[in-house]
């Protein structure tokens, strides 16, 4: 059977309903304790981040899957958690698809570590090429440091300016040393940029109902039936080509959903080979 029909159905099953419990708990933990005018930092803390970084603690694989950076944010994963999810939970049982799912978002956070990671290499190399030259200066540092600027469009205030006066004169140590510091501040901002939601699991969750209930119709805004292969195909073909082309900009942990997707899938078809009985 490659369609779902619902026999003996909760709507909301345990695990699922608590993990919309503890999402919503997280969401107003983070709108009302952290923030400008909070006391606790839940993203340095709970959000995922770079080994490179000093904010990174093993904790954050799985505590990032909690925090969410806005409503919309929260809302779209919360929906297709329980849209999705609880089929899966009704099918699997609750101990089964809570394991699922936090094997899911733990295989997307360390895939999207390694990508991360391997991003970072060049920027590392670069902003250790000036720090090498810090010490001694002049015009070495200077063509080192315009070149980074240049290389990774690099802004902040007056920057044209200091540049300019720096290629004139390139013994004004004040204008060389405003310069590597924010280079500095650039990097480290890179460094510790947080990732944070549970689209990596939820991905998990989409790949593994697309996989038992392929010719499942899904109402596209409640009008369009399309069929839950199509969909899958489409949604996974759209973050993989995003992933590949590493837009400038684009603030979102494409790998993360591109790995959740790929472990999910694993996974289901995993357990689908040794238990066929299981699965529909």
Known sequence: MTEFRPGRFEILPAIVKNLLIINGLFFLAQNTLSGPNGFFDFEAIFALHGWQSSLFRPWQLITHMFLHGDFGHILGNMFALWMFG???????????????????????ALIHLLFLSYEFI?????YEAIFRLHDTGGAALNREMISFIEKYNVRFENH?????????NPADTVSSSQMFDSLTSYYQHNLNTATLGA???????????????????IYIYFLIPVKAKWIGLLYFSYELIFALRNSAGDNVARWAHVGGAIVGLLIVMTWNKTKKKTFY
């Open 160 to 168: 044209q300016e200091i540049i300019d006066n720096l290629r004139l």
């Open 199 to 217: 689209s990596g699991a939820v991905f998990g969750v989409l790949a593994a109902f697309v996989y038992l209930f392929p010719n499942t119709y």
């Open 122 to 126: 060049p920027l590392t190399n670069a």
């Open 86 to 108: 609880s089929i899966l939970e009704n099918l699997w049982g609750s101990k089964k698809f809570l394991t699922f799912y936090l094997v899911c978002g733990l295989g997307a």
